[in-house]
């Protein structure tokens, strides 16, 4: 054996965190990545809070399954064409290809723990984002940068047919009543 496997110890915020542009706006925390110095290869993992009316896009990976566990807050999710509530406690699994999206209907920040196998969506929060820390203001909301297509698909993400539809695009959602339907048909 070339090396001895090191324990990844992070202290609550001291991952490296990003503040995230619409629709999400909130931010990020990368809590490991291949990029850390002794971590392991093949995952990264962070976390990530949506404020009110903050969403994820619907999306998917072409060849990541990412995991998800609900920390705090809840949610509207997209989940494989089907809208879910989703709360604190929640743990979510979504394979290669599997469409999914969230939306913090509430009053609350929603927050959960993601994890990519293999890793790569740090590199998409990172380039899109804005380094967030002690003494730097919070500019969101902030826009989507121009090149946010072309990041996706040089990351983590494939190309959706058919795109999202709205609420679940890339517009940010200004008028909470568009969620009032979603909110009824979800199981």
């Known amino acids: 054996m070339t090396g001895t496997p090191r324990m990844i110890v992070v202290p ?3 991952g490296e965190q990003h503040w995230q542009p619409q629709p999400a706006n909130g931010w990020i925390e990368v809590l490991t990545s291949p990029r850390m110095a002794g971590a392991p290869a093949g995952v990264s993992a962070g976390l990530q809070e949506l404020p009110p009316l903050g969403k994820i896009r619907e999306h998917a990976h072409p060849a990541q399954t990412e995991i998800f566990w609900v920390v705090s807050g809840q949610c509207l999710a997209r989940l494989d064409g089907v809208v879910r509530r989703i709360a604190a406690g929640t743990f979510m699994v979504a394979p290669a290809h ?3 999206g969230f939306i913090n209907d509430g009053a609350e920040p929603f927050r ?5 196998v293999p890793a790569g969506l740090e590199d998409f929060f990172i380039a899109v984002g804005r380094p967030k820390g002690p003494g730097l203001p919070d500019p969101t909301p902030y826009p989507r ?3 946010t297509g072309s990041i996706e698909l040089a990351t983590v993400f494939e190309t959706l047919d058919p795109p999202p539809a709205p609420p679940w695009d890339t517009a940010p959602i200004t008028d909470p009543a ?5 909110r009824r048909a979800a199981v």
Do not use: D
């Open 178 to 182: 568009v969620l009032e339907p979603l």
């Open 12 to 14: 609550p915020g001291q």
């Open 145 to 147: 940068p121009a090149e």
């Open 98 to 100: 599997v469409r999914h």
């Open 112 to 116: 959960m723990l993601w994890m990519l």
